[in-house]
C-alpha cells in the first residue's frame, strides 16, 4: 500500500501569507480544518502519515489515528524525504495539505497515473506542486515554480491537472474557494 506523506508544519504560524484577511487564530483554525480535509481524502487512498517536527500537529495527526513521521526541520525538500525514508521500498506520495477542493476521485486517478508509469505529479495553480507520487528516491526541489524543476527531474512523470490538486490556499484571494 503506498505511503501518502502531508506535510503540515504547524497550526500556530501556518498561513502567514494570509494576515492581511485573517488573524492568527483563524489561520490556525483554517489550517486544521484544510489539513483534516486533505486526510479524510488520503485515507481513502493509501497508509497516511502527517509530516510534522510540531508537537501540536503530531498530537492531532495521533488523535485522528494517522501516523506521524518527524520532519528533520530542513524545509519541504527535507520533509518529502522523510517520506520517501519511511515508505521504505514501498511507493509514496507526497500531498499538500491545503487542497480544499480535493476529492477521492482525484486522488484515485492521479495515483494511478503514479503506479501505471512509475511517477506522477500535479501542479498547482501558482505553479508549485501539490502531489508528486512515485517509488524509489526522487530529487525534491520545491519553492516557486517547483513543478517544472520536478518535471525536468522526472520527465516520465505522467501530469495530472486537476481542480482539486490545483487550488490551494495561500493568498487572500485563494480564500474565495472557501465560500
Do not use: N
Request: aromatic share 4%; net charge negative.
Amino acid at each position: 500500500m503506498r505511503l501518502i506523506g502531508i506535510p503540515v508544519r504547524s497550526f500556530s504560524g501556518a498561513k502567514v501569507r494570509l494576515a492581511p484577511a485573517l488573524d492568527e487564530a483563524e489561520r490556525a483554525s483554517l489550517a486544521r480544518r484544510l489539513a483534516a480535509h486533505t486526510l479524510e481524502v488520503a485515507r481513502a487512498c493509501g497508509d497516511v502519515a502527517v509530516v510534522t517536527a510540531d508537537s501540536e500537529v503530531a498530537d492531532w495527526a495521533e488523535s485522528v489515528g494517522v501516523g506521524v513521521i518527524r520532519d528533520p526541520g530542513h524545509g519541504l525538500d527535507a520533509a518529502a524525504e522523510a517520506v520517501v525514508a519511511a515508505a521504505d521500498g514501498r511507493p509514496w506520495a507526497v500531498l499538500h495539505a491545503d487542497l480544499p477542493l480535493l476529492d477521492v476521485t482525484e486522488l484515485v486517478r492521479a495515483l494511478g497515473a503514479a503506479d501505471r508509469a512509475g511517477a506522477c505529479l500535479a501542479p498547482s495553480s501558482d505553479g508549485g506542486t501539490a502531489l508528486v507520487a512515485a517509488e524509489g528516491t526522487f530529487a525534491f526541489a520545491y519553492g516557486p515554480g517547483s513543478f517544472h524543476r520536478h518535471q525536468r527531474t522526472r520527465p516520465d512523470a505522467v501530469v495530472v491537472v486537476a481542480p482539486g490538486l490545483a487550488v490551494d490556499v495561500d493568498r487572500p484571494a485563494d480564500l474565495s474557494v472557501l465560500d
